[in-house]
């Protein structure tokens, strides 16, 4: 077999485009016939040649892309018009017979048969032929490529997860990929809808006439359900130079009632994130006063007779401030939705279930986003079960979604993926592993973010979207609930490159029990027991000789509230000075006072809790930190002590013991040393 190319990948010639030269195979037995009509056609097509015409089929089995087979009518062995008739019962090739002298009521038979397109006389007129071939090739190429472009059409219509139906001006059904409903008139568009949705696939019909295009989101009863659905129609631009009235139409018609539902779980989860931020200030600032109020009715507890009808007074007083703060609980609860329903959950299964709908939410605007998912070798099936709230992080991966499709308003891809990573979570509970994380990246190729924007990207009520498009609470609100769920949220993002969140998840150990998972405990194991109401004399006497003479600093922003632990402190016996903020506080240090307890509020102006530490604890590297605060939602307290305002004398004592004198025979040993030395030592 010879085979002959072009060498330059010239223009093709008359067979269509430069991308696809046609393939021709040559079939004669003289090799000076094979030469010459090489010669002929190799400049414009790609050429194969066989001398032997049993041969010539294995090379056309070889070589499904042969578009024209020239085949000569007298051979030894197998004669032209059989060897093309046998040829067509696996090949679309067209073909021309050559003959010189021969055997014409064979080339008539198979020109009748269809087996032929033509045949052409030795010697040829290249001219001619050349023209024959081309034309033959061409129709070979057109009749290929149509029945290609049928094939994707059927796969398409039939693959869609949607209906999809072309009609007429008058509206009658061209082509749909679901079958009329029984009993109606077949041939018209409306048989190929819902009884329900009919009248608004008309009122579009309409609309689109006039405009061109038309489009509702609308909801309907069908068979006793609500189902919602999204219908948008164009006018196709055919039958050629067609008013909007009189073209051919195209009407796609989605059910969205999984994401109608899903949006309006999302919006009611950010309606219930404005309320608790709402509800978290007004605690915040309520606390502030029931601080100030508890701590001044502590200190007048010693100056009023047990007896007296005061001390009544002072007690429903009292209780009257621990209703309050009970309030302010309830408040602050509703603002950290959700922080107590941690549970394993395994991450292959989670996610194989949430990514239908988090491809639906890309796909609810003109422009259709796609969602790659990527959970390892395995399918997710390796990984160890995480500790959150499943319920909390399917909105929070659904809030993202939405976010990157908004993020890419040409289209573009989503992937989000899954893996174990190093990581150093703060405050796990027990059962969960300290070293590592579940990695869940969702990742953007959208406008990205400038450094601007990523300082306050999860604020709450922070965001760049049009007015009414957003509320700014969707990334404060997964910020809110990966860290009280004990994780942590990493954002990577340029302008123009897209963005990436890492949201990162405790993970469990294999054979973990006894998981403490609710934020309730975990919260409780770091904020100072508050759960005592008395103490024995002996520990109160011993306590109040330890902290005789230490040096104590109080930030807070609300003077009456410095001034009441001020005066707890020093009825205790330390040495306090207050400051309003930092730099105050940083005055006082210059003037010498060195602290070795620093008692801040975490809710300040310029300067929080968590800023003032760090900074003092730059001047003074053994500083101990006890935070107070009213409301902590969002703030990083990494792991430091916190007592919750409003708090008692008492409460703020064992606060104090348990950061700076763990047991009681530290308390006690301490103070003795205070007081000049150990029993035994005397």
Avoid at 438 to 448: E, F, I, R, S, T
Wanted: net charge negative; aromatic share 4%; hydrophobic share 40%.
């Amino acid at each position: 077999m010879k085979v002959s190319s072009s060498e330059n990948a010239s223009e093709a010639g008359e067979t269509g485009t430069a991308s696809q030269r046609a393939t021709i195979l040559i079939v004669d037995d003289e090799e000076e016939i094979l030469v010459a009509l090489t010669d002929l056609l190799e400049d414009d097509y790609e050429i194969l040649t066989q001398s032997d015409p049993l041969q010539a089929l294995e090379v056309l089995r070889a070589h499904p892309e042969v578009a024209v087979i020239i085949s000569d009518q007298r051979m030894p062995g197998l004669s032209g018009d059989r060897l093309l008739s046998q040829a067509r019962v696996f090949s679309d090739a067209r073909s021309l017979l050559l003959t010189g002298y021969a055997d014409l009521d064979a080339v008539v038979a198979a020109l009748n048969e269809g087996q032929v397109q033509a045949y052409v006389h030795k010697p040829w007129d290249e001219k001619a032929l050349r023209a024959l071939v081309a034309e033959v090739a061409r129709h070979c190429l057109s009749q290929r490529a149509l029945k290609t472009e049928q094939a994707l059409l059927h796969g398409l219509m039939k693959a869609l997860p949607f209906t999809l139906v072309f009609s007429d001006a008058q509206g009658r059904c061209i082509r749909s990929n679901v079958a009329p409903r029984a009993g109606e008139e077949t041939s018209r568009e409306s048989a190929h809808y819902p009884p329900e949705v009919q009248a608004e696939m008309r009122r579009l019909r309409l609309l689109t006439q006039q405009t061109g295009q038309a489009a509702s989101t609308f909801c309907a009863q069908e068979e006793g359900q609500t189902h919602w659905h999204e219908m948008t129609r164009w006018a196709l631009a055919w039958p050629q130079k067609a008013s909007f009235a009189e073209a051919w139409q195209v009407c796609l018609d989605r059910d969205v009632t999984d994401r109608v539902a899903v949006e309006a779980r999302l919006r009611q989860a950010e309606r219930l994130e404005s309320l608790g931020t709402l509800a978290g200030g007004i605690a915040h600032d309520f606390n502030n006063l029931l601080a100030a109020i508890s701590g001044a009715l502590d200190l007048l507890e010693e100056d009023i007779d047990a007896q007296s009808a005061g001390r009544a007074l002072l007690t429903q007083a009292q209780e009257g401030v621990q209703k309050g703060a009970a309030m302010t609980r309830r408040l602050l609860q509703f603002g950290r939705q959700g922080g107590d329903s941690l549970a394993p959950v395994a991450p292959g299964p989670f996610m194989k279930a949430l990514a239908p709908l988090l491809a639906q939410s890309l796909r609810a605007t003109a422009v259709c986003c796609q969602l790659e998912l990527d959970m390892g070798d395995e399918g997710g099936a390796g990984l160890p079960d995480m500790l959150t709230d499943a319920r909390q992080l399917e909105m929070a991966l659904l809030n993202l979604c939405v976010n990157a499709r908004d993020a890419m308003p040409q289209g573009g891809r989503v992937r989000i993926s899954l893996a174990v990573v190093p990581a150093d979570l703060p405050d796990v509970p027990g059962g969960c592993r300290k070293d590592q994380a579940l990695a869940v990246k969702v990742q953007d190729d959208g406008l990205g973010m400038s450094a601007a924007v990523q300082a306050r990207v999860f604020d709450p009520f922070f965001t760049t979207k049009p007015v009414g498009k957003g509320t700014g609470l969707g990334l404060s609100g997964v910020y809110g609930f990966v860290t009280r769920a004990h994780g942590d949220v990493k954002l990577a993002s340029a302008p123009g490159k897209g963005t990436t969140v890492t949201l990162l998840l405790p993970l469990l150990q294999e054979a973990a029990s006894g998981i403490d998972g609710s934020s309730k405990s975990v919260s409780k194991a770091r904020r100072a027991p508050e759960a005592k109401a008395v103490e024995a004399p002996a520990a109160q006497t011993s306590m109040n000789r330890a902290m005789e003479g230490r040096a104590m600093l109080i930030v807070e922003d609300e003077e009456p509230v410095r001034r009441v632990v001020g005066q707890f402190l020093r009825q205790e016996g330390a040495l306090t000075r207050e400051a309003n903020g930092l730099q105050e506080a940083l005055s006082v240090l210059e003037s010498g006072f060195q602290p070795e307890v620093a008692i801040l509020d975490v809710r300040m102006p310029d300067y929080d809790g968590p800023s003032c530490a760090r900074v003092l604890k730059e001047r003074l590297p053994g500083l101990k930190i006890l935070f107070m605060s009213g409301e902590t939602a969002g703030a990083v307290l990494d792991g430091a002590r916190l007592i919750s305002k409003p708090f008692t004398q008492l409460q703020l004592r064992l606060a104090l013991q348990e950061l700076c004198w763990p047991s009681k025979e530290g308390v006690s040993e301490e103070a003795d040393m205070k007081s000049g030395g150990t029993e035994k030592e005397k």
